[in-house]
T-cell receptor, first 113, second 112 residues
Framework: AQSVTQPDIHITVSEGASLELRCNYS??????LFWYVQSPGQGLQLLLK??????LVQGIKGFEAEFKRSQSSFNLRKPSVHWSDAAEYFC???????????FGGGTRLMVKP | DGGITQSPKYLFRKEGQNVTLSCEQN?????MYWYRQDPGQGLRLIYY???????QKGDIAEGYSVSREKKESFPLTVTSAQKNPTAFYLC???????????FGPGTRLLVL
């Protein structure tokens, strides 16, 4: 069965430091992959998505993610974190022929001043 | 502005009561979804609908019901059979191909 795993439940970084959030997937074929961000008490906002082609994907708010087939990973990165980036981040995947998203458990990011 | 609206933002349920959460979208999307989110957990699919007058159960449909009488609307009823309804409920929509799901702001359901 397909699955998406986010190994880190919580991550704390200092403001201005770089960030990498991990996401691993298990699918029979290359899935469509997404990163969403959720501020407390809010809905999910799409940061970026990967369907095919260039394995380095640029998103909103200065985020990027790299698809690595050999590692079954789709890690989210940001070179310099801002205090406003503190939120929960969800990785999600789906078969390219279907509608259903499978979500990882989420990673809560805290930013130290 | 195109988007998804959910109401109310907060909802209180008494023991044995059915409550209905509203979800409306003006994105002209065919597919709509309901998810449940518990603290510290990811999202779990309750129900989804790919077209008007048709819907399917997701992973945790027990204790919930839906209807899809209009393309724009996909209300979720939390019935008295749902013994642990306290959670954050998120509605989403997508085109029929379902490449990307867009989410509403959510409704928090609390039990009195």
């Amino acid at each position: 069965a397909q699955s998406v795993t986010q190994p880190d439940i919580h991550i704390t970084v200092s403001e201005g430091a770089s960030l990498e959030l991990r996401c691993n997937y298990s699918y029979g074929a290359t899935p469509y992959l997404f990163w969403y961000v959720q501020s407390p008490g809010q809905g999910l906002q799409l940061l970026l998505k990967y369907f095919s082609g260039d394995t380095l994907v640029q998103g909103i708010k200065g985020f990027e993610a790299e698809f690595k087939r050999s590692q079954s990973s789709f890690n989210l990165r940001k070179p310099s974190v801002h205090w406003s980036d503190a939120a929960e981040y969800f990785c999600a995947g789906k078969h390219n022929a279907g509608n259903m998203l499978t979500f990882g458990g989420g990673t809560r990011l805290m930013v130290k001043p | 502005d195109g988007g998804i609206t959910q109401s109310p933002k907060y909802l209180f349920r008494k023991e044995g009561q059915n409550v209905t959460l509203s979800c409306e979208q003006n994105l002209n999307h065919d597919a709509m979804y309901w998810y449940r989110q518990d603290p510290g957990q990811g999202l779990r699919l309750i129900y989804y609908s790919q077209i008007v007058n048709d819907f399917q159960k997701g992973d945790i449909a027990e204790g919930y019901s839906v209807s899809r009488e209009k393309k724009e609307s996909f209300p979720l009823t939390v019935t008295s059979a749902q013994k642990n309804p306290t959670a954050f409920y998120l509605c989403a929509s997508s085109t029929t191909g379902g490449e990307t799901q867009y989410f509403g702001p959510g409704t928090r359901l609390l039990v009195l």
